[in-house]
T-cell receptor, first 115, second 113 residues
Framework: SQTIHQWPATLVQPVGSPLSLECTVEGTSNPNLYWYRQAAGRGLQLLFY??????ISSEVPQNLSASRPQDRQFILSSKKLLLSDSGFYLCAWRERGGTGANVLTFGAGSRLTVL | AQRVTQPEKLLSVFKGAPVELKCNYS??????LFWYVQYSRQRLQLLLRHISRESIKGFTADLNKGETSFHLKKPFAQEEDSAMYYC???????????????FGTGTKLQVIP
């Protein structure tokens, strides 16, 4: 069965510090991967998506970047965090076909607090 | 462009009362619509999708292309239905066949005992 892991679950970082959130998927190959940010009253905002290794697309301009060094690994990064980067970050994957096509499976999320 | 609108941030109903969570969408092609649910301290998960035409936990949703709506309904609310509900749309974006999934802002359903 497929599983998705995110870590760390909780992170408190000072303004200006770097960030690295990691997401890995097991039990599937060549998935589409997504990073969302969940904020109260704003729903889920799509940040990045990836259709393959090294292929990253950004949905909104921001202080964050993403990388996909391996097929089932998706990393969200920042060189210098801003206060506005605080939030709950969700990683998700999607099957490319079959009965589960277009259904997103989410990780447990990473809560980032920037002080 | 894809857009999903959920007009209600909070919906409070009494146990046993009917529930309708509203969702309207904007998309130029043929969309695929979903409802996701997030219970307290649990992961965001799929509740139902319009192509399945199924009832999950007593919830149903019908895609109305004329009104561009996909409202979620349940005839009798239960306390365990209290959760955050998100409507989502999946549609092709760009030339590479990428499926972009756009979510609404969510509606918190509160079922009062």
């Amino acid at each position: 069965s497929q599983t998705i892991h995110q870590w760390p679950a909780t992170l408190v970082q000072p303004v200006g510090s770097p960030l690295s959130l990691e997401c890995t998927v097991e039990g599937t190959s060549n998935p589409n991967l997504y990073w969302y940010r969940q904020a109260a009253g704003r729903g889920l905002q799509l940040l990045f998506y990836s259709v393959g290794i090294g292929q990253i697309s950004s949905e909104v301009p921001q202080n964050l970047s993403a990388s996909r060094p391996q097929d089932r690994q998706f990393i969200l990064s920042s060189k210098k965090l801003l206060l506005s980067d605080s939030g709950f970050y969700l990683c998700a994957w999607r099957e490319r076909g079959g009965t589960g096509a277009n259904v997103l499976t989410f990780g447990a999320g990473s809560r980032l607090t920037v002080l | 462009a894809q857009r999903v609108t959920q007009p209600e941030k909070l919906l409070s109903v009494f146990k046993g009362a009917p529930v309708e969570l509203k969702c309207n969408y904007s998309y130029s092609g043929s969309p695929e619509l979903f409802w996701y649910v997030q219970y307290s301290r649990q992961r965001l998960q799929l509740l139902l999708r319009h192509i399945s035409r199924e009832s999950i936990k007593g919830f149903t949703a019908d895609l109305n292309k004329g009104e561009t709506s996909f409202h979620l309904k349940k005839p009798f609310a239960q306390e365990e239905d209290s959760a955050m509900y998100y409507c989502a749309l999946s549609g092709r974006a760009g030339s590479g066949g990428y499926q972009k999934v756009t979510f609404g802002t969510g509606t918190k359903l509160q079922v009062i005992p």
